[in-house]
């Protein structure tokens, strides 16, 4: 029986393809890239994100504000 539980990691990763490369795949936003795109780049971005973001309001929602996080 397959569980229907996916880990953390697994999330991170069927989101990256599903939702990130979807977008990041699109000519309009290709054009606009440095770099291929890559799981690795995105793990090191969302870490960065994860670990710095908070809730500021409802109104604004989870977010980076800059020093805030010190």
């Known amino acids: ?7 953390f990691q697994d999330a991170i990763e069927l989101y990256y393809r599903e939702c990130v ?3 990041l795949q699109r000519p309009d936003v290709r054009r ?7 799981l690795a780049g995105f793990h090191h971005a969302f870490s960065l994100v994860l ?6 309001d ?6 980076m504000t800059p020093v805030a996080d010190a």
């Open 1 to 7: 029986m397959m569980s229907l539980i996916l880990s």
């Open 21 to 23: 490369l979807t977008i």
């Open 32 to 38: 606009l890239l440095k770099e291929e795109p890559n």
């Open 51 to 56: 670990s710095r973001a908070f809730l500021l």
């Open 58 to 63: 409802i109104f604004h929602g989870l977010a």
